[in-house]
Nanobody, 125 residues
Framework: QVQVVESGGGLVQAGGSLRLACAAS????????MGWYRQAPGKQRELVAV???????NYADSVKGRFTISRDNAKNTAYLQMNSLKPEDTAVYYC???????????????????WGQGTLVTVSS
């Protein structure tokens, strides 16, 4: 019913920048929050940044001052601008979308907690 697609990952040298995008599509009724998470090899998935429908933001301490999350409500898209990248930022980055969506012929309202397939960010030293 809902699709979440991330893009923008790649290989970058330390100190460089990347911009990730997360596009949500489908029978979406509302989006309350869009967040970026990451998972490095052998580690648990962790929150990187989140932005709410009211544009409130929250960042992991490790990325504060370097990463900026933003969203385009009209496009159901969130962005993560990553500057001053470090090798320890290397991970698969996942987008999460929370809100509501419609299902069925009668447009039943459902809770949405959708994940994308992830995009790999590799920072070389």
């Amino acid at each position: 019913q809902v699709q979440v697609v991330e893009s923008g990952g790649g290989l970058v040298q330390a100190g460089g920048s990347l911009r990730l995008a997360c596009a949500a599509s489908g029978r979406i009724s509302s989006i309350n929050a869009m967040g970026w998470y990451r998972q490095a090899p052998g580690k648990q998935r962790e929150l990187v940044a989140v932005i709410t429908s009211g544009d409130s933001t929250n960042y992991a301490d490790s990325v504060k001052g370097r990463f900026t999350i933003s969203r385009d409500n009209a496009k159901n898209t969130a962005y993560l601008q990553m500057n001053s990248l470090k090798p320890e930022d290397t991970a698969v980055y996942y987008c999460n979308v929370e809100g509501t969506y419609f299902s069925g012929s009668y447009y039943l309202l459902n809770t949405m907690d959708a994940w994308g397939q992830g995009t790999l960010v590799t920072v070389s030293s």
